[in-house]
Nanobody, 124 residues
């Protein structure tokens, strides 16, 4: 069983930065596609970013392109989301997720395991 645990959320002013971390245990992390999703109050969960198992390709939602980066360290079983130039509309609970079957990284329905989430609040 794969377990994921996010950390690094918090309260930050608009324009600031945060780095989210997600640690994985169980399974073969280096074979998983990893994604970050977020859910704001009253809204559906939405895709933020994803990275392929090897780390050679990454993908971003248009709303975060140029502001967020995703990286992974397969030796540490960890994936990171560096968030910069944060906006109030980035406020949400952020979840990391693991995709183990290679079906694609853009849809939340393709992910097999999820963390509990970490709150990010951006004040104006």
């Amino acid at each position: 069983q794969v377990q994921l645990a996010e950390s690094g959320g918090g309260l930050v002013q608009a324009g600031g930065s945060l780095r989210l971390s997600c640690s994985a245990s169980g399974g073969t992390f280096s074979s998983f596609g990893m994604g970050w999703f977020r859910q704001a109050p009253g809204k559906d969960r939405e895709f933020v970013a994803a990275i392929r198992p090897s780390g050679t390709a990454s993908y971003f939602a248009d709303s975060v392109k140029g502001r967020f980066t995703i990286s992974r360290d397969n030796a540490k079983n960890a994936v990171y989301l560096q968030m910069s130039s944060l906006k109030p509309e980035d406020t949400a609970v952020y979840y990391c997720a693991a995709e183990v079957h290679g079906y694609g990284l853009g849809s939340s329905g393709n992910y097999d395991y999820w963390g509990q989430g970490t709150q990010v609040t951006v004040s104006s």
